[in-house]
């Protein structure tokens, strides 16, 4: 049992939240029918603690008050829907009340729902009982009410008053009683709530019940409804000058408007309307408006023809087919051509699925494929980036890949099976250089690992003893499955010949290898 939260609890909490909503999210999305009925708040929620998570992975912190201060910035700007941004708020409201500390007890739990409470309720323009507000305030309250100081009880209270307050949901919103549902993003909460419990005790499972009421058929037909207003408006804003003025403009546009900080200048923006360029010139008049995204919410429904794809980035013929044929929708990087945001984009909306796992297959290529998992994601389409940075890498991580397993399990599994996977690469020197290993000259055959040159081959270069002692070295680090893509500038029979000097050297490793084809390598190897 944990008597105080420490940055290190703080990411087990972020993560947990995470591996919670993707698996509750198509249940909540199921649930979703206020302020409008497009069956994305799991979606929304989900995409914006990934956001939360992701900053914090990016910038880690050895205090609380730093970690969550992470996680809201992160929240704030990677914020989707309305859930989204009231979430952020929720993190927002910890990290105010936890600056600069490096632990929390269970009395600054208590304080920090509370703030989060005010500030999510401010960040909303009309705030209506029987939502995600009611059920924080509830815990609030109880976190108050808590007579004890301990950690775990005051998180446990605001738990079991979370609950309570959502199972009263129906109750309180005429619509989720038609529909016979509890609201969405209150569900959504308690998971984080919840999930924060589970890590207070030192749980394994959380123990809020997963089963959610679930819409008769005719109830569900009614989803992905509008409330009168066709298209939902989001953007980031950078130097707000006045939030009330901008606030009380979009009401006068649209309903469902949120405008919410992260404490440091950046806010986000929310409102669904009729007239687009009306809400984004609100923005342009308080501020500087960026990262624009439209819903039209007609163009929410059966959007997707299937719920997940994998796309692969590949260069070389061979190993265009290798991954096709391994079930990945393929970008094709050619000679001479690198491809665009436009050319991924157009890859991912191929594919056809709600959610998308993309291995980019090269170190230089993430900026490209942020932009375009940015992009992506505001049409609604989840991306998730696995850092693959060789071919042998994604061939690795596909290897695993199980559509039937749930989402985020599936991805933690492809990203734990590339980042054991060792990369090395044969290479000719194309001009003279100095290495960590001595100087090249054009024409060595250069062997790397992991991306840094641990061998030279003096030109003429024997390619097939250089890349022999190349794979010996990899695998003196243990590994038992060698995979070899055979480049373009490759001896033929590469594969079997190194297969035949493994057998003496390391009998315990397997050999696989196949035609890559790639443009100015001798092959790419991977060790496992």
């Known amino acids: 049992m944990l008597q105080a939260l420490d940055a290190d609890a703080v990411r087990r909490w972020a993560a947990a939240?995470?591996?919670?909503?993707?698996?509750?999210?198509?249940?909540?999305?199921?649930?979703?029918?206020?302020?409008?009925?497009?069956?994305?708040?799991?979606?929304?929620?989900?995409?914006?603690?990934?956001?939360?998570?992701?900053?914090?992975?990016?910038?880690?912190?050895?205090?609380?008050?730093?970690?969550v201060s992470a996680l809201a910035k992160g929240a704030v700007a990677g914020a989707r829907g309305n859930s989204g941004v009231i979430l952020s708020q929720v993190l927002r409201g910890l990290a105010e009340s936890w600056e600069g500390a490096r632990t929390v007890s269970g009395a600054a739990l208590r304080s920090a729902l509370r703030r989060a409470d005010e500030l999510a309720t401010a960040a909303v323009s009309k705030p209506a009982v029987g939502t995600v507000l009611s059920v924080l305030t509830a815990a609030a309250d109880?976190?108050?009410?808590?007579?004890?100081?301990?950690?775990?009880?005051?998180?446990?209270?605001?738990?079991?008053?979370?609950?309570?307050?959502?199972a009263d949901t129906p109750r309180q919103l005429a619509v989720l009683a038609e529909r016979g549902v509890v609201d969405a993003g209150g569900r959504g909460l308690l998971v984080l709530l919840d999930s924060l419990a589970m890590v207070v005790a030192e749980r394994v499972e959380r123990d809020v019940e997963h089963d959610l009421p679930l819409m008769s058929a005719a109830k569900a037909a009614l989803v992905h409804e509008s409330s009168g207003f066709e298209y939902e408006v989001m953007y980031l804003l950078d130097g707000l000058a006045d939030e009330p003025v901008l606030r009380d403009r979009l009401a006068e546009l649209g309903d469902s408007v949120v405008v919410a900080g992260d404490g440091h200048g950046l806010w986000s923006v929310h409102v669904h309307c009729d007239d687009i360029g009306a809400a984004i010139e609100a923005g342009i008049e308080n501020g500087r408006p960026h990262r624009i995204t439209v819903t039209r919410f007609a163009d929410q429904k059966a959007r997707f023809e299937r719920d997940r794809a994998v796309v692969a980035i590949v260069a070389g013929d061979g190993a265009a087919e290798l991954f096709r044929a391994e079930g990945a929708t393929v970008l094709e990087r050619r000679p001479g051509r690198e491809p665009a945001v436009t050319d991924l984009l157009d890859v991912l909306a191929e594919?056809?699925?709600?959610?998308?796992?993309?291995?980019?297959?090269?170190?230089?290529l993430a900026g490209l494929v942020a932009e375009a998992a940015e992009?992506?994601?505001?049409?609604?389409?989840?991306?998730?980036?696995?850092?693959?940075?060789?071919?042998?890498?994604?061939?690795?991580?596909?290897?695993?890949?199980?559509?039937?397993r749930r989402s985020g399990d599936d991805v933690v599994a492809m990203a734990e099976a590339a980042a054991a996977t060792r990369r090395g690469e044969l290479?000719?020197?194309?001009?003279?250089?100095?290495?960590?290993?001595?100087?090249?000259?054009?024409?060595?055959?250069?062997?790397?690992?992991?991306?840094?040159?641990?061998?030279?081959?003096?030109?003429?270069?024997?390619?097939v003893a250089a890349a022999c002692r190349l794979v010996d070295r990899m695998l003196d680090a243990g590994g038992e499955?060698?995979?070899?893509?055979?480049?373009?500038?490759?001896?033929?029979?590469?594969?079997?010949?190194l297969g035949r000097h493994l057998r003496l050297s390391h009998p315990e490793a397997e050999v696989t290898g196949y035609p890559g084809g790639q443009a100015e390598t001798v092959a790419l190897i991977g060790v496992e």
């Open 481 to 497: 499955l060698v995979t070899v893509f055979a480049g373009a500038d490759a001896p033929a029979g590469l594969d079997e010949e």
């Open 17 to 67: 939240v995470v591996r919670a909503l993707d698996a509750d999210r198509e249940a909540i999305d199921r649930i979703n029918v206020f302020p409008v009925a497009d069956g994305d708040t799991g979606t929304n929620l989900l995409h914006t603690m990934r956001s939360a998570l992701d900053a914090l992975v990016r910038d880690p912190a050895d205090a609380v008050g730093t970690a």
């Open 375 to 404: 992009r992506a994601e505001g049409d609604g389409r989840d991306v998730v980036v696995v850092p693959t940075v060789s071919p042998v890498q994604g061939l690795a991580a596909l290897a695993v890949h199980d559509p039937s």
């Open 142 to 166: 109880a976190a108050e009410d808590c007579g004890s100081d301990l950690l775990d009880e005051v998180a446990t209270a605001a738990v079991k008053a979370a609950a309570q307050a959502l």
């Open 427 to 463: 290479v000719i020197a194309r001009r003279e250089a100095i290495t960590w290993v001595g100087r090249c000259q054009p024409g060595d055959a250069l062997g790397l690992i992991d991306g840094e040159v641990v061998l030279i081959e003096p030109a003429p270069a024997d390619l």
């Open 351 to 364: 594919t056809g699925a709600a959610q998308v796992v993309v291995l980019p297959n090269d170190s230089t």
